[in-house]
C-alpha cells in the first residue's frame, strides 16, 4: 500500500467519526448520493481531503471522488441507525473484520435476504458500472437493503477501493476482489453442506 492509499484511510477513520452523530452533516452528504463531486458545492467542506491528500497533484480528483463517493453513501447507510455503520475505524478493527469490503458486506446481505435475485442483480450492476457516479446510484440500492438487515460495511476500505477502481491496471482487481468477498460466504456454507 502506497502513502495516498494510506492517507485515504487515514482520512476517512477520522471524518466518519466526525459526521456520525450530526444529523444535519448527514442529510447534507445524502443529498450527494449520485451527483458529480462539486455540484452540491456546501459539501465540498466534508469531502475534500486535507493537505496531506492534497499534494498528490495527479490522483487528487481521483482521491477526492473516492471520498465523496464513499461519505454520501455512508450517511445514506448511517441514517436512522444507532450504532455507526462503518467498520475499519481503526487500524485494529480493520485487522479484525479482515476486510468487511463492500463484496463481502453485499454477500452477508444475499444470504440474510429473503430476495436473492434482487441482491443478485443489484450486485451485478454495481459490477458493471462504468464509473463512480454510475456505480453509486447502483450501490445506492444494496446500502438500502444493508441498512435494513443491519449489515455494517468498511467505509475506508470502500474509498480506497473507489479509488482504485478509477484507475485502469486496479479497475479489474476491485471488482474480481468484491466479486471473490460476495461469495466467500456462500461458499464456506457449501463446504460445510458437503462434510
Known sequence: MNQEEMDILRFMRGRIPRIYSSKAALARLRRGIGKEIGIMPDLLGFVLPEYEISSYLHQEGQIEKAIYTSLTLYAFHQQGMECCMSDGLTEDDAAVSHRNSFGY????????????????RRFNQVLTAKGLTELSVHARGIVGLMKQHNIRMDYPQFALDLYRFQQLDWHRTIILDWGKDYYMKDAKSRKGENK
Open 105 to 120: 458486506a453485499a454477500g452477508k446481505l444475499y444470504q440474510a435476504s429473503a430476495n436473492k435475485a434482487g441482491v443478485q
